[in-house]
């Protein structure tokens, strides 16, 4: 039964991961529409990536309902599956607004110039670090990894309080670029709530980890 038992948890690891890396290629897409200015077809790339999320969510929660009834795991066996799969509702939606943005940012450019769309890549270069970083936390079991997520999503705050200042002293200057700051505090928005998921991943996993046997508990530095 053990051997049975590792396998799931192999298998449901691997999948885990893989939400985590559809999430970063939505990312990926937005940066780079973002930064070389090409908006086509970009809403369709990040639905296509977002509906594999989706899928991953109702087989890795199955997987996990499944493990606990059948091998009825115990101690950080149990622990794990219950972490990953409070987690999943947090990475479906983090899919979830990685789609709006992408297909926000597709059809804004047709009516929109560039620059104020591209206010928003410098959150968007935080977040892939950020699910670069959660997704090491979770392969190489590093609480430093997932806490340093937390740390990361305090530089997404400010940098959406930033683009918020920026867009009310645009408005203030010119009131024509009052839709485009709106449109564009409106996916900052989007952003700063897609860290937000991530963050709780990361808090989950990094719970985790400092209840396994032996583990340092420094507390989280983003916990205040």
Not at 58 to 69: K, S
Not at 88 to 103: P, S, T, V
Request: net charge negative.
């Amino acid at each position: 039964m053990r051997d049975a038992l590792n396998t799931s948890i192999h298998d449901v690891t691997a999948r885990f991961l893989r939400m985590q890396s559809l999430t970063l290629e939505q990312i990926a897409h937005i940066r780079t529409a973002l930064t070389e200015r090409h908006y086509v077809g970009l809403g369709a790339r990040v639905s296509e990536l977002e509906q594999e999320i989706d899928v991953l969510e109702r087989e890795v929660e199955q997987a996990c309902l499944t493990a606990i009834a059948r091998y009825q795991p115990v101690a950080g066996d149990l622990r794990f599956f219950l972490m990953v799969f409070k987690s999943l509702a947090d990475l479906e939606r983090a899919g979830d607004y990685g789609r709006h943005i992408g297909r926000d940012l597709e059809e804004l450019s047709s009516t929109m110039r560039s620059g104020p769309l591209t206010d928003v890549l410098p959150m968007m270069n935080v977040l892939g670090e950020m699910v670069e970083r959660l997704a090491y936390a979770f392969a190489e079991h590093d609480a430093d990894a997932a806490r340093t997520v937390m740390r990361l999503d305090i530089e997404v705050d400010a940098l959406y309080e930033q683009l918020q200042r920026a867009s009310l002293t645009r408005i203030l200057e010119d009131p024509r670029e009052l839709q485009a700051s709106l449109k564009t505090t409106r996916m900052a928005r989007s952003l700063e709530r897609l860290g937000d998921h991530v963050v709780n991943v990361a808090e989950r996993v990094d719970a985790f980890l400092a209840a396994r046997p032996g583990a340092e508990t420094a507390p989280s530095e983003a916990a205040g």
